[in-house]
């Protein structure tokens, strides 16, 4: 597909978005691009496709603001947000294959300058892995920034000291228990980062991701904006008011503080896709399924990824939301294309999720579901839950947990819907036969394999 297809496709898709997204369907409710920023009050809006043959289209809608606004173009920077986390999991991935740090080793080992502790002020175990997949247990908290005359260190940030307006970063849930998105998490990553390095972390990132992903507008550094600020997004609060001075000024810079635009945003995503399939030179296979292998249990969370795993759809990457500024960046790694899309304000989501749903339907690829026929038998969703399936007179019977047989009804994409509860189902192949029944309950994904 050349440039050209990229171009014509999307001014199409960007003249029909709709409006009513929840069912993933399109609507007869639709709206151009342009309507939707007016209609939520979106100033700016960066987009970019891209094709794991190397083929990018990008470009830019609305206005930068502030005094001096400009038109939004492909090199337009925006603050990335917490897609900052992906990038910043991508370059710690990189020191685990080179052997600086190990996943499943004590943070104690790495962490020189700081050391985190519980609240009664006793050092708990936690591992390299639990920082990146939210599972440490950290304090539950969003960094809005600050002022550029009053930025704390990254110090201050963990002991939330000085002009810092967050708490301490402290182990507050048992480790490894469960999941907790908290930018603390990649706070605590930061700092073990340049304790492991000794090297300043905007620093690390360029020479580990950014140059070598040849993510050529983006950068780490406070500065970054300052230095370009003809080319940068300013932020808007809801409703359209501009954030004083342009933007915030985030010291959390491997939770929130990437400045980036679309395409440098899929040119990673496009990579870690590569790496997943044995085909990066920047990291190993091993790794890179990691980062979107859910690291509890049913969740949707991997190493600094968001995971999208449902029948006909299936993405992963990451999504951002800082004071004044929304955005997210997936990659469908079935059909091998990436979408990115930033806004400079607080009122982007819904649009985002028109664009979203766009590519949904444009790129993802229907899950390969079991013949019906061979699918008879016991699965164990754990050692006391046994789940039976019978196929009779053509009919999927369902029964589980010592509950009632039930007939199940086939919907589409593979699916099987339980008569009267919210239970998705459906059959995978593992080992050249369907050995593995996939359980979706509010949200929630479970697996139970052949008995």
Same mark, same amino acid.
């Given at each position: 597909?050349?440039?050209?297809?990229?171009? +014509? $496709?999307? /001014?199409?898709? %960007?003249?029909?978005?709709? &409006?009513?997204?929840?069912?993933?369907?399109?609507?007869? @409710?639709? !709206?151009?691009?342009?309507?939707?920023?007016?209609?939520?009050?979106?100033?700016?809006?960066?987009?970019?496709?891209?094709?794991?043959?190397?083929?990018?289209?990008?470009?830019?809608?609305?206005?930068?603001?502030?005094?001096?606004?400009?038109?939004?173009?492909?090199?337009?920077?925006?603050?990335?947000?917490?897609?900052?986390?992906?990038?910043?999991?991508?370059?710690?991935?990189?020191?685990? +294959? $080179?052997? /600086?740090?190990? %996943?499943?080793?004590?943070? &104690?080992?790495?962490?020189?300058?700081?050391?985190?502790? @519980?609240? !009664?002020?006793?050092?708990?175990?936690?591992?390299?892995?639990?920082?990146?997949?939210?599972?440490?247990?950290?304090?539950?908290?969003?960094?809005?920034?600050?002022?550029?005359?009053?930025?704390?260190?990254?110090?201050?940030?963990?002991?939330?000291?000085?002009?810092?307006?967050?708490?301490?970063?402290?182990?507050?849930?048992?480790?490894?228990?469960?999941?907790?998105?908290?930018?603390?998490?990649?706070?605590?990553?930061?700092? %073990?980062?340049?304790?492991?390095?000794?090297?300043?972390?905007?620093?690390?990132?360029?020479?580990?991701?950014?140059?070598?992903?040849?993510?050529?507008?983006?950068?780490?550094?406070?500065?970054?904006?300052?230095?370009?600020?003809?080319?940068?997004?300013?932020?808007?609060?809801?409703?359209?008011?501009?954030?004083?001075?342009?933007?915030?000024?985030?010291?959390?810079?491997?939770?929130?503080?990437?400045?980036?635009?679309?395409?440098?945003?899929?040119?990673?995503?496009?990579?870690?896709?590569?790496?997943?399939?044995?085909?990066?030179?920047?990291?190993?296979?091993?790794?890179?399924?990691?980062?979107?292998?859910?690291?509890?249990?049913?969740?949707?969370?991997?190493?600094?990824?968001?995971?999208?795993?449902?029948?006909?759809?299936?993405?992963?990457?990451?999504?951002?939301?800082?004071?004044?500024?929304?955005?997210?960046?997936?990659?469908?790694?079935?059909?091998?294309?990436?979408?990115?899309?930033?806004?400079?304000?607080?009122?982007?989501?819904?649009?985002?999720?028109?664009?979203?749903?766009?590519?949904?339907?444009?790129?993802?690829?229907?899950?390969?579901?079991?013949?019906?026929?061979?699918?008879?038998?016991?699965?164990?969703?754990?050692?006391?839950?046994?789940?039976?399936?019978?196929?009779?007179?053509?009919?999927?019977?369902?029964?589980?947990?010592?509950?009632?047989?039930?007939?199940?009804?086939?919907?589409?994409?593979?699916?099987?819907?339980?008569?009267?509860?919210?239970?998705?189902?459906?059959?995978?192949?593992?080992?050249?036969?369907?050995?593995?029944?996939?359980?979706?309950?509010?949200?929630?994904?479970?697996?139970?394999?052949?008995?």
């Amino acid at each position: 597909m050349d440039d050209g297809d990229f171009s +014509q $496709d999307w /001014v199409r898709l %960007l003249g029909h978005l709709d &409006r009513q997204v929840s069912s993933g369907l399109l609507s007869p @409710d639709t !709206a151009t691009l342009p309507d939707l920023m007016s209609s939520y009050q979106v100033p700016g809006v960066g987009i970019a496709v891209g094709h794991l043959g190397g083929q990018v289209w990008a470009a830019g809608y609305g206005v930068t603001g502030g005094e001096t606004s400009t038109p939004v173009t492909e090199r337009t920077t925006f603050a990335a947000c917490s897609i900052s986390k992906h990038v910043a999991a991508f370059g710690a991935l990189r020191l685990v +294959q $080179d052997g /600086v740090l190990d %996943l499943d080793t004590d943070i &104690r080992e790495y962490l020189t300058s700081w050391q985190l502790l @519980d609240r !009664a002020g006793r050092q708990p175990t936690v591992t390299v892995r639990q920082l990146l997949a939210h599972t440490a247990g950290l304090s539950d908290t969003w960094y809005r920034g600050y002022p550029a005359d009053r930025v704390p260190s990254l110090s201050q940030v963990l002991d939330g000291s000085g002009p810092t307006t967050t708490a301490p970063v402290r182990a507050t849930l048992l480790p490894g228990s469960r999941f907790r998105y908290s930018g603390s998490h990649y706070c605590v990553l930061q700092q %073990l980062l340049v304790d492991a390095t000794g090297t300043p972390f905007e620093e690390l990132m360029r020479a580990s991701v950014l140059d070598p992903v040849a993510m050529v507008d983006s950068s780490f550094d406070e500065r970054f904006p300052h230095q370009r600020s003809h080319l940068v997004a300013r932020g808007h609060h809801l409703g359209g008011t501009a954030i004083p001075g342009g933007w915030r000024t985030q010291p959390e810079l491997a939770a929130a503080g990437l400045w980036s635009t679309p395409t440098d945003l899929l040119r990673l995503d496009l990579e870690i896709a590569r790496a997943a399939s044995g085909h990066s030179e920047l990291l190993g296979r091993d790794l890179a399924t990691e980062m979107w292998t859910p690291q509890i249990p049913g969740g949707s969370y991997g190493l600094g990824t968001e995971i999208g795993d449902r029948a006909g759809c299936r993405r992963f990457g990451h999504t951002g939301l800082n004071v004044g500024y929304t955005c997210f960046s997936y990659v469908w790694p079935d059909s091998g294309f990436a979408v990115a899309a930033m806004t400079n304000s607080e009122d982007g989501w819904e649009l985002l999720a028109s664009l979203r749903a766009a590519a949904d339907r444009r790129y993802a690829t229907r899950v390969t579901t079991a013949p019906l026929g061979d699918v008879s038998g016991r699965y164990v969703l754990r050692d006391d839950y046994p789940i039976d399936i019978a196929v009779t007179d053509g009919h999927l019977t369902f029964s589980a947990g010592g509950q009632q047989p039930v007939v199940l009804r086939a919907d589409q994409d593979g699916r099987y819907l339980h008569p009267g509860l919210d239970l998705e189902i459906r059959f995978l192949p593992a080992n050249g036969r369907p050995d593995i029944v996939e359980l979706r309950q509010e949200g929630v994904t479970q697996t139970a394999r052949r008995s």
